[in-house]
């Protein structure tokens, strides 16, 4: 295959992990703010990873392709997948004050959708390798600019869902560790 036609395969990837991203970062925050559904302090680590892997990709955008901002993002899902089912694994069996916070989207709750999320993240890497090689010799990203720019467009947004998720976690949890028992801020 061509050098420019992986090229354009490899930015379509990250594009649409970045979407797919963007997508669930937005239905947290209206989950949050027009359901009234405060996350826990995992379901915070869990955006906080999720931002991480939109960081690589990001970085891709913006500076180049690299295999560091690759790695940079896999480290990222590989995190979200343990925190995701360190907390699925406390909540797989029902009890008092430890049932699932939230809604059910599709009949699972987020940290099982987290799993799946990053499975979906890390599968998708490894398929994005399998394919272009991984090696980084690729045509710069300055030969597709409409690519180029809806990149750096969704890079921004990302970045502005990571500012307001920043502020929520400061008001809800203060300059605090957050904890599960009480949001003394949102009283």
């Known amino acids: ?5 992986l090229t354009l395969l490899n930015y379509l990837a990250l594009l649409l992990m970045q979407l797919a ?3 669930i970062q937005t239905a947290a925050l209206v ?4 359901l009234g559904e405060t996350p826990c302090p995992l379901c915070i680590l ?7 892997v939109s960081f690589g990709i990001i970085r891709n955008f913006r500076d180049g392709y690299s295999l560091k901002n690759d790695g940079i993002s896999m480290i990222f899902a590989l995190f979200l997948l343990i925190v995701a089912t360190r907390q699925t694994l406390i ?3 029902p009890r008092p004050g430890h049932e699932y916070i939230g809604s059910a989207v599709l ?3 987020m940290p099982v959708w987290a799993i799946l999320i990053a499975m979906a993240l890390l599968i998708g890497y490894a398929a994005k390798f399998a394919i272009t090689g991984g090696d980084g010799n690729l045509t710069p990203l300055k030969k597709f600019p409409a ?3 809806a990149g750096n467009a969704l890079g921004l947004f990302i970045v502005l869902l990571a500012a307001v998720n920043f502020a ?4 809800q949890c203060g300059l605090d560790a957050c904890h599960t028992y009480e949001y003394r801020l949102l009283r």
Do not use: C, D, E, K
Not at 31 to 34: C, E, K, L, R, S
């Open 1 to 5: 295959m061509p050098n420019a036609a």
């Open 21 to 23: 991203l963007a997508g």
């Open 31 to 34: 989950f949050q703010f027009a």
């Open 46 to 52: 869990q955006r906080v990873a999720m931002f991480g």
């Open 91 to 93: 909540n797989i069996y």
């Open 107 to 109: 009949g699972l709750h």
């Open 147 to 149: 690519l180029a720019r």
């Open 168 to 171: 929520s976690v400061i008001v």
